[in-house]
């Protein structure tokens, strides 16, 4: 008898470990078969590299940058091996087909040899919807072949995935790609963005330009990466979205300068500028209620600018300075002149007649000059909104409803006043019209109501005297008047020139920016522009003065170096500043606390 109970529990325990090892194998072939991305997916956060992905230039301009962040992010990376390096960079001479280029072939460079890392390659390539692969369209392209003697010498035993995209990835196409990298990624991989940012604007734009780069990357603000000044929007957003979906959604910036910073000088409209960061577990500091804005003066598209528009395209006239109206909120002008479908009365006019004095501007050529230079608000406050009576001011607003422009300052409406919300604060831009629409009374009493219901009040204030340079006494008279009724800045018009500047109570006021795109050249003084950009954060004003110039051919470019010196000087020469203030405006910066 207690044989055969030996028996039985022999046989019992035997049969239990024979089914507990059928459930282990069972186990083990269930988790054979999880695709290896799904492993990852669902492995610990610490798995992943420190930094799993950077942004770093490709200028070789900017060689100690670039060393920098290689350097730091292999230091970070340090109890991993990278094995796995994707590099992003923008398809500088648009070669190749499809939105990227991949390459499959082996780097041979000065540090050694690089090998392609095959098996991404592959899996990438399968989506025939967005990739192709072309190794020769790489042969060029300075944006992968500047950084791989940086890849072999900080992450040396690194396989490569080069990609070069085509501007205008939709957003849609970089969440893929984003996605495809994620999913096909290990504790040994790097996502590099190859990019440089600011272009062709000047070191004072560019200093802008960067401030609302950082706070877009930062933010993880898909919406303004869409049109922030970088020469590689796509992957950008690949980027962050890669970074987002491993969980690292902190941005450790790590340095920024400019081709002028390097060398010492103010490249103007050839300066580049540079920034440097990687993504790490957590969630940056994040910022809220920056609004920023790009100011500029009186735009006029008929009379003479009709012909130069109809020969040389809407584009010609900014065609130098079109990525000065990139990343900001708001890019606001005076709209000297109405909008209608009423042939032109100023085209072949003389000087002394009435007509040359009457503007229309043709509505398809107003909407695509505006809709291509990304000008979304108008003040229509000046003595020309009507120059084609009630019926023409009325069509000029219809059509600018039709453009999804927005207006403040119409004489059909006298009292009313615009307010725009951006990051949880309002802005109110109000008109005055020195030359009609509602009085100075009326002005302040608009005023002291914005300001009890908004954050920020901007006045823009058609006034003064045509061509004069400074000021006179009504212009400073009323300026001060509105200040005290409760105006954060004044912007004017109608000079045509250039004027000084003011600060009261704290507040700015800019007389005069002078012409934006306007058909007059019969003086240096008129040929002189100036636009602002301005930042609105933390209850500070930051200010970025940006001269600008109108060439022989009709076309605007940034002032250089020494031009833009003595203009400066001029302005903070004849400006009613003290000297710190003076200084700042010289160097095209100035910052006021609300």
């Known amino acids: 008898m207690q044989r055969q109970k030996k028996i039985v529990a022999i046989f019992a325990a035997g049969l239990f470990f024979a089914m507990m090892g059928g459930i282990f194998a069972r186990d083990n072939r269930i988790e054979k078969s999880i695709p290896e991305n799904k492993i990852f997916e669902t492995s610990p956060k610490t798995a992943l590299p420190e930094a799993v992905s950077f942004i770093s230039p490709h200028h070789l301009v900017a060689r100690k940058l670039i060393e920098n962040i290689f350097q730091k992010t292999a230091q970070i990376n340090k ?91 939709s957003s849609s196409k970089a969440e893929k790609i984003a996605n495809l ?61 890669y970074s987002e979906k491993l969980g690292r959604r902190k941005f450790n910036f790590l340095e920024k300068s400019s081709s002028s910073e390097i060398y010492g000088r103010d490249f103007g409209s050839e300066n580049t500028s540079y920034l440097t960061g990687y993504f790490s577990q957590g969630k940056g500091e994040l910022s809220f209620g920056a609004a920023s804005f790009m100011f500029f003066g009186d735009l006029m598209l008929d009379r003479g600018m009709r012909p130069l528009l109809k020969n040389k395209g809407v ?83 219809n059509y600018l409803r039709e453009a999804s422009v927005d207006y403040f300052g119409s004489p059909l409406k006298k009292d009313a006043y615009l307010v ?19 009085g100075e009374e009326s002005v302040a009493k608009s005023i002291k ?20 340079f400074l000021p006179d006494e009504k212009q400073i008279f ?35 920016l002078g012409n934006f795109v306007f058909d007059q050249n019969f003086s240096e003084e008129v040929k002189i522009r100036l636009a602002l950009g301005i930042i ?19 076309q605007l470019a940034i002032m250089q170096e020494e031009k ?10 004849s400006s009613k500043i003290d000297i710190s203030v003076k200084n700042s405006i010289i160097k095209g910066n100035l910052q006021l606390f609300n």
């Not at 479908?341 to 006019?349: E, G, K, L, R, T």
């Not at 020139?497 to 800019?510: D, L, M, S």
């Not at 833009?564 to 020469?573: D, Q, S, Y």
């Open 315 to 397: 584009d010609w006239p900014t065609k130098k300075i079109h990525r000065l109206f990139w990343g900001q909120d708001f890019n606001v002008a005076n709209l000297e002149s109405a909008v209608t479908s009423n042939p032109s009365v100023s085209i072949n006019s003389r000087a002394k007649e009435k007509e040359h004095f009457s503007f229309t501007s043709d509505p398809e050529t107003t909407a695509s000059f505006l809709k291509s230079n990304h000008i979304n608000i108008l003040s229509l406050a000046n003595n020309h909104t009507d120059d084609f009576g009630e019926i023409g001011a009325q069509e000029t607003e």
């Open 449 to 468: 109501k914005a300001k009890s219901e908004n954050d920020l009040v901007v006045l823009m204030a058609h006034w003064g005297t045509e061509y004069a």
């Open 79 to 169: 109890n991993h091996e990278i094995k796995k390096i994707v590099l992003i960079s923008p398809n500088h001479n648009n070669i190749g087909r499809g939105w990227a280029v991949l390459a499959d072939n082996d780097w041979e460079i000065e540090g050694g040899k690089i090998d392609a890392d095959k098996k991404m390659i592959r899996t990438l390539a399968e989506e025939a919807d967005i990739f192709s692969l072309d190794n020769e369209a790489f042969e060029q392209e300075h944006g992968i072949k500047n950084l791989l003697p940086f890849a072999k010498k900080y992450f040396p035993q690194a396989e490569i995935t080069p990609i070069m995209l085509r501007d205008g990835l």
């Open 181 to 241: 990298l994620a999913d096909n990624s290990d504790s040994g991989t790097v996502v590099i963005l190859s990019a440089d940012f600011s272009h062709y604007i000047g070191q004072t734009a560019s200093e802008m330009h960067d401030q609302i780069s950082l706070d877009s990357i930062n933010n993880f603000n898909y919406k303004k990466i869409s049109r922030i000044d970088i020469d590689c929007r796509g992957g950008l957003e690949i980027l962050l979205r």
């Open 536 to 554: 609105y954060a933390d209850n500070k004003l930051s200010f970025y003065l940006i001269p600008l110039y109108l060439e022989r051919n009709g």
């Open 420 to 438: 725009k919300e951006i990051n949880n604060k309002k802005i109110a831009f109000i008109a005055y019209n020195r030359f009609g629409g509602a």
């Open 478 to 512: 009323l300026a001060r008047q509105f200040i005290d009724a409760g105006a954060d800045l004044i912007i004017g018009s109608h000079p045509h020139v250039v004027q000084p500047v003011e600060i009261y109570k704290n507040k700015a006021v800019f007389y005069s």
């Open 564 to 573: 833009r010196k003595n203009f400066l000087e001029k302005i903070a020469g």
